[in-house]
């Protein structure tokens, strides 16, 4: 049996998943570790979200509404599109495999970043499509010109990560906005903005101005990040009721928990809760800038809740020096980017302790 799923599997590279706080207090004995690894939102979400989740509580032992039609007629009223252009999914990541499945045939093939978020790639060789990787160009940032590039007769789809995980690098408006016009109509563009929420430029491109006139356009954003509900998993996918038939065809029936739409819909109506995730990020990351630039240590500059800070040496080494003194981040070898650690902007108090324990590490 063993031999057999090594061969089936033999074309995944696999999922590095982090340590999880549990894990790190029972192996080091810590009190509270600090968890920078996943751009979770450290503020939490609204405080809305507290009473619907208990009340909602009372409520688990029926299923949730199959096509999460409240929560979906609440993301269309937020964005003025109609109902049938929204998808919502048990997180992006949900959504991303069932994209892929919708272009794993032996004709098509897909396009992808990378280094970019590891599930584009890790779907792709789990669902058996043909993936193209496209390196980034030496700002790090999506290098739309070679994307254009690959572009043939069997791609299928493209995948665009903007602002990109892991290196919190944004491509300019007008390239995204001219790559996407220029891509054949029979081509899904899928634009993942998981960290849409925590953008401040006037460079970043939003995209659904162009939903109603690129119908081959997917937005995907998520309730994980800004709105600070990564742990009941809600993320969506704005575009054409075409392609968000399909995806209803495939997903699970239930892939929307009872919790989950009813706390999405409470913290989608309280944005003061993102202006002020959004504020305290801008202004914690430029904290962390300036204490790095202090201890002289090396770091990319960043539009989202995350970025790349130099590892002394091995990235794994260093992470895992980290977590032994109570902080989680992520090693840059598995994203893509080796000799870097990839770490979530905290508080302010999660930040100074940071700065402290990577001072003892460099
Ligand atoms: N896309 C990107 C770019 C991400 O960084 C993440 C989270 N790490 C996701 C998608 C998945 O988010 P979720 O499944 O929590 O919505």
Redesign the pocket.
């Known amino acids: 049996l063993v031999k057999r799923l090594e061969k089936n599997m033999s074309q995944v590279s696999g999922y590095e998943a982090g340590q999880d706080k549990a894990e790190i207090k029972k192996k080091y004995n810590i009190e509270e570790p600090i968890k920078l690894a ?2 979770e939102n450290p503020y939490g979400p609204s405080p809305e979200v507290k009473d619907v989740i208990a009340d909602e509580t009372a409520r688990v032992a029926e299923y949730p509404a199959s096509k999460a039609t409240e929560l979906r007629e609440a993301l269309a009223d937020f964005y003025d599109l109609s109902t049938e252009m929204v998808f919502t999914g048990n ?4 959504i ?1 495999g069932l994209l892929v499945e919708l272009f794993n045939g032996e004709e098509d093939e897909i396009i992808y970043p990378d280094p970019s ?1 590891a ?1 584009y790639k890790l779907y792709i060789q789990s669902k058996n499509a043909n993936g193209v990787a496209v390196t980034l160009d030496d700002d790090l940032r999506l290098d739309l010109d070679r994307m254009a590039e690959e572009i043939n007769k069997k791609t299928g789809m493209i995948f665009l ?1 903007d602002p990109n ?1 892991p290196t919190g690098t944004m491509q300019q408006k007008s390239k995204i906005r001219e790559f996407i016009n220029a891509v054949p109509d029979d081509i899904l563009v899928v634009l ?1 903005q ?2 849409h929420e925590y953008m401040t430029s006037g460079e970043y491109y939003q995209g659904l101005d162009e939903l109603a006139e690129r119908p081959n356009l997917l937005i ?1 954003r ?1 309730f ?1 990040k800004a709105y600070g509900l ?1 742990g009941l ?1 809600v ?1 969506y996918g704005l575009g054409s009721a075409e392609i968000i038939h399909y995806l209803d065809q495939i997903r699970d029936t239930f892939n929307c928990n009872r919790i989950a739409q009813r706390a999405a819909i409470a913290a989608l109506r309280d944005q003061q809760h993102i202006q002020m995730s959004r504020a305290k990020n801008q202004q914690e990351r430029e904290y962390l800038y300036q204490e790095l630039d202090q201890a002289g240590i090396d770091y990319i500059k960043s539009e989202a809740n995350f970025l790349l800070i130099a590892a002394p040496g091995d990235s794994r080494e260093a992470a895992a020096r980290l977590e032994s003194k109570g902080i989680i981040v992520k090693p840059g070898a598995p994203l893509g980017v080796p000799g870097m650690l990839r770490v979530t902007v905290g508080s302010r108090t999660e930040n100074e302790i940071l700065i402290e324990k990577l001072q003892e590490l460099h």
């Not at 997180?91 to 949900?94: K, N």
């Open positions: 996943s751009n997180g992006t990541d949900e991303i978020f599930k990560c995980n993942d998981a960290y995907l998520t994980s990564a998993r993320g």
